[in-house]
């Protein structure tokens, strides 16, 4: 028995293996499909993803045979890795001086005829083989068959690079959920610590305006006082945007049952200032499956936006309800000022306040709607009324969950 040689990239060659961590892990059923696959084109009764380790070879998918690794001094596969280039084929093991007495030929799996792929990587490593086997010799094995299993070759070394993605990707995201989770524990500790040291100065300046009105009235104090007071007012609602925006978003998603039509009417009704407010629902009387809380709670910042920057004596509100086989759809629109076109492209950043002048408009709620509505799987889009009319125009979608 000749023992194979040691590629001269070999440390390279075990790194970029290595790379893959896909060593001694469980079955998957896209390498099992195609070793299944190898043997049935060259009609064998086994088949191998072998992957050569330092000490052995390693079977990824083992079709046919029940073994899960050999000693690399034994494995065909560890001569085939020094042929990058081309197939190695054993057209009768027992006539090749390399393999006649190897224990795997004299004994079991009693491999009589190989043909093995070398499975090379973008970095030029040749890592292991897709291989097929038989017990008995043969001299057919076409070019066809030859042809199919570099191809099946280049299927399990885009399996491992996919594989391999989704694992970097996998920690790429854990990595980005500790920082975000960091980074939200600190603002939402940085908005409550705040908290205290403005409730300290708006009652300071309430306390001054109303003990030293008499000595302040015919000065320009009382203007500054209000101007302290007015940015108080809007640090506060900051604040609470933001402690709102973080418990918000971050919320589990519950999918549950509900009317669309009762929902928003019961939404609208929460406000205080609703008395001249005319809701038109359109094919909104429709049971659907989404998490209500976020339902409502996009639904209410639309409906305060409507009520806060209203210009007319009564708010007009539109909602529509359309829905396919992937997705729910609505409208909605009402008849206020509207968004100018140039504010479109950074209306859904947050803290972007369009230049309103309102202490408590902070540019958090539309931030909300667009993160609540992407995290259910949907997209929200701002456009013009029909007919140029005045008002906001948003239709946005929420993904349809069979199964979670």
Known sequence: MVKPEIPKNEQTRLEVLNSFNVLDTLEEKEYDAITRIAAEICDTPMALVSLVDKDRQWFKSHHGIDATETPRELAFCAHAINSPDSLLIVNDANKDDRFYDNPLVTGGPTVQFYAGAPLNTKEGASIGTLC???????????????????????????????RKQNIQ?????????????QLKHLSYRLAHDMKTPLLGISSMVAFINEDYDDLLKDTEIPSYLGTIDNRVEYMEALINGIINYNSITNAEIKLEKFNVTKELQQVLHKHSDIHNVKLQLINCDQIINQSLNSFDQIFRDLFSNSLKFANSPSTEIIVTFNEDQGFYYFTYEDNGPGIAEKYWKKVFGLFEKLGTDDAKDTGIGLTTIKTLIEKLGGQIRINNRENNKEGVFFSFSLAKFHAL
């Open 132 to 162: 097929v086997i038989d017990t008995k010799p043969r001299q057919a094995f076409t070019e066809k068959q030859q042809a199919c299993l570099k191809d099946l070759a280049d299927q399990v070394i885009a399996q491992l690079e996919l």
């Open 169 to 181: 990707q996998k920690l790429i995201n854990e990595e980005l959920r500790i920082k975000n989770d």
